[in-house]
């Protein structure tokens, strides 16, 4: 009897310290949400205030044949599908290194880590100015000490030089990942693996990918979130050209919004973007839903 | 013969490894040195690497000028700002999933994990709106509002997979001494939790301060926090170098040093607890 009291009390007491939480980001989900649709609907510039009309659909039909889109749509899963091949690729490659024993392992770590922590207008700044600038970056410094014509990056390859910006930033992700799952591989398997004859090679593929694959999965998912919004890293460095060349979606609905101040068109590019963005997570989200029962 | 052979092999993965680690370092290591050149040493070809005029001067042209300190103000009132109300929100939150679970609790983490699928771009036109029809726009008390909110599933998880590892059997023996609730989560659990809290603290305080889209977005001269000021420096005047490795050294030391302290929590932090 007291004790069913005491559960009843708690469940109570438990619903009041989650609701907080859940109403704020049910409102946070919710408000703005409704108004970007009801925005997408209207035929409203803040140039031309007090001229909003209703418009149906026109800013969705004006907003998907837009030639830009298309190249938006584009350089977004360029970035990310190009961004994940890097780290995933070179992040495993990195923690199998930094699995060995060597001499300084803690201070290599720390090296290895720290592009993760700079902020994004900063890496792009330093990357953009003292290493990509053809005239006086280090790599056309580079280029001519070898007796190369300097390249200029952002001009020529803006979409390579923002994949590369990005990736740099997140490789160290991760590695930090896939190497901390990596310790937690069984040595003594390794070494039972390593008696039974097998080489270096399948011990990698039938061992020590198996048992990063759940880490592999929870990277790409938490990269995926992040890198469909890259927004800084173009901002700051070719601000989405030459033309579109490296305009993402993220970077087409705010060029809408606050530089042509068109809010029923850049709504309209809102909300495509989250439909973009729940296929994406609609499947992200099965994965790890799997992964955390595991 | 097997020990040569491993000491051997030691040494060849150690170069390696330091190699590697000083190539993807190196940018920073070169902002760093560069902030301590003058202009012309900036962009001498060819570089000059150590062998240059140290000066600090950057330092103080970059404050006097452009007022760094506000701005250095600014990220640490809305890092800490926001990550202190985020925790005050999510503390509570955390502590009854993780205590009194019911069957809908693991419905309600995925859900606010799916809150952060939600593109902010969808959202930029009514929230840029909003603040500027309320006055928010520009102002350190609306980046702290939204930052809270961004960061707050994140918050929310960390501290779930901090507090479910609170043995529950403690809690009981505590009951059966006859403490009353209070006395239970001053005196047995809040002294278990602090770990916990204080790793949320540290990832967040780090999230917030890098935050680069609503940081750009909703602020201007007055509010701009580090991210915000560093990206003035993309116009052409972004071509002193010298300066903008100055001011790009005070915004990222901070946050570096922090974040060297945090390695174990960033993994934990950003994989929901997935991988540990």
Same mark, same amino acid.
């Given at each position: 009897m007291g004790d069913a009291m005491a559960t009843l009390h708690t469940r109570s007491a438990a619903r009041l310290m989650i609701a907080p939480s859940v109403l704020l980001l049910l409102a946070w989900m919710i408000v703005p949400l409704a108004l970007t649709i009801y925005f997408s609907l209207l035929r409203y510039n803040l140039l031309m205030p @007090?001229?909003?009309?209703f418009a149906g659909l026109t800013n969705y039909t004006y907003f998907l044949t837009d030639p830009a889109f298309f190249q938006a749509v584009f350089n977004t899963l360029a970035i990310v599908l190009g961004v994940l091949f890097i780290t995933v690729v070179g992040g495993i490659g990195l923690a199998l290194l930094l699995d060995q024993p060597m001499f300084g392992q803690g201070i290599v770590r720390i090296l290895v880590i720290a592009?993760?922590?700079?902020m994004p207008t900063v890496a792009a700044l330093v990357w953009k100015n003292m290493f990509m600038n053809p005239v006086n970056g280090l790599f056309a410094w580079l280029a001519k000490l070898v007796g190369l014509q300097p390249f200029d990056f952002l001009a020529n390859a803006p979409l390579f030089s923002i994949i590369l910006i990005v990736a740099w930033q997140w490789l160290p992700f991760a590695t930090l990942i896939l190497l901390t799952a990596l310790q937690s591989l069984d040595e003594e398997q390794k070494e039972a693996a390593q008696m039974d004859g097998a080489g270096a090679l399948s011990r990698f593929i039938y061992l020590v990918l198996p048992h990063l694959s759940r880490a592999i999965t929870v990277v790409i998912l938490i990269q995926t979130i992040f890198l469909l919004s890259v927004f800084a890293e173009i901002l700051v460095t070719t601000n989405g050209g030459p @033309?579109?060349?490296?305009?993402?979606l993220t970077f087409l609905v705010y060029a809408q919004a606050l530089l042509q101040f068109d809010v029923g068109g850049a709504s309209a590019g809102g909300i495509i973007a989250v439909i973009l963005a729940n296929i994406v997570a609609f499947f992200l989200m099965r994965m790890i839903g799997k992964t955390l029962e595991a | 013969m097997a020990r040569n052979v491993s000491t051997q092999r030691k040494l060849v993965t150690t170069v390696l490894a330091w190699t590697i680690g000083i190539l993807i370092f190196f940018p920073i290591l070169w902002t760093f040195l560069t902030s301590f050149k003058t202009e012309a040493q900036a962009i001498a070809s060819p570089p000059a690497f150590l062998f240059f005029d140290w000066t600090t001067e950057n330092y103080f042209e970059v404050q006097s000028r452009s007022d760094y300190f506000k701005h250095f103000m600014n990220s640490v009132v809305v890092s800490f700002g926001s990550t202190l109300l985020g925790l005050l929100i999510a503390i509570p939150s955390a502590w009854a999933m993780a205590f009194s679970p019911t069957k809908r609790t693991k419905d309600v983490l995925m859900w606010m994990l799916s809150t952060k699928m939600m593109p902010p771009v969808g959202v930029l036109v009514p929230m840029y709106l909003i603040f500027r029809n309320t006055g928010l726009l520009d102002t350190r008390s609306g980046l702290v509002m939204v930052l809270t909110l961004i960061n707050l599933p994140i918050i929310i998880w960390m501290l779930y997979t901090y507090f479910k590892e609170i043995p529950g059997e403690i809690l009981e023996a505590a009951r059966m001494d006859g403490a009353s609730l209070a006395k239970e989560i001053i005196y047995v659990l809040t002294p278990m939790a602090i770990p916990g809290i204080a790793s949320t603290l540290l990832l967040n305080i780090i999230l917030a301060w890098n935050e680069a889209f609503w940081t750009l977005n909703l602020s !201007? !001269?007055? !509010? !701009?926090p580090l991210t915000a000021f560093i990206a003035s420096?993309?116009?052409?005047?972004?071509?002193f170098y010298a300066k903008l490795s100055a001011a790009s050294t005070m915004a990222i030391a901070p946050i570096l040093i922090l974040g060297w302290f945090s390695q174990k929590q960033l993994v934990r932090g950003l994989t929901f607890g997935a991988v540990k």
């Open positions: @007090g001229m909003e009309e592009p993760f922590l700079i @033309g579109t060349q490296s305009t993402t | !201007a !001269a007055k !509010a !701009a420096y993309s116009s052409p005047e972004g071509l």
